[in-house]
């Protein structure tokens, strides 16, 4: 069955530290990794996606196949970053729909 | 175009009711997408539409829930006497189909459920 693991609830780091989200998935085939984020009182958007390879918002994941991993980082962590941050694969056998994780909460403290 | 929008945004319902949400997509995205998340957990997959055609339902839906989109374009997904067990809140997204930029689905607000 496809599973998203995002082990921890809430994050809390403080500004200018490094963050890492950790994200592990369990699926059969080859995937389609995200990163979905929500900010305080804003709808679901798309942070980014692996098959992009892009930095947004000085944010990066990295696909490890072997490790069935695709952890969210940003070297230094802005207040502005706080929000919800969820882990989701697809495939496009499946008619594209998410399987999303639990969610992580980052907290930034200035 | 202000995104996808879902209404209402809120109900407040008691058990054994029938509810009815409305989703209108992005106007040229042919696939659109239901969810529901409870708290503490990520959004689930419910169901999905290409054009008018359900493609696919999940076995959270169970036979009081029904979704249509019948001339391709809003979405309604009504609950049929409702239980405490379906408060959550219901998201809907819209996507292009095959092709360009069709993996990226874009959100509603979300309508939020709570039965009493």
């Known amino acids: 069955a496809q599973r998203v693991t995002q082990p921890e609830k809430l994050l809390s780091v403080f500004k200018g530290a490094p963050v890492e989200l950790k994200c592990n998935y369990s699926y059969s085939g080859s995937p389609e990794l995200f990163w979905y984020v929500q900010y305080s009182r804003q709808r679901l958007q798309l942070l980014l996606r692996h098959i992009s390879r892009e930095s947004i918002k000085g944010f990066t994941a990295d696909l490890n196949k072997g490790e069935t991993s695709f952890h969210l980082k940003k070297p230094f962590a802005q207040e502005e970053d706080s929000a919800m941050y969820y882990c989701a694969l697809t495939r496009r056998e499946y008619g594209n729909k998410l399987v999303f994780g639990a969610g992580t909460i980052l907290r930034v403290k200035s | ?116």
């Open chain 2, 1 to 116: 175009d202000t995104g996808v929008s879902q209404n209402p945004r809120h109900k407040i319902t008691k058990r054994g009711q029938n509810v009815t949400f409305r989703c209108d997509p992005i106007s040229e995205h042919n696939r659109l997408y239901w969810y529901r998340q409870t708290l503490g957990q990520g959004p689930e997959f419910l169901t999905y539409f290409q054009n008018e055609a359900q493609l696919e339902k999940s076995r959270l839906l169970s036979d009081r829930f029904s979704a249509e989109r019948p001339k391709g374009s809003f979405s309604t997904l009504e609950i049929q006497r409702t239980e405490q067990g379906d408060s959550a809140m219901y998201l809907c997204a819209s996507s292009l189909g095959a092709g360009g930029s069709s993996y990226e689905q874009y959100f509603g607000p979300g309508t939020r459920l709570t039965v009493t």
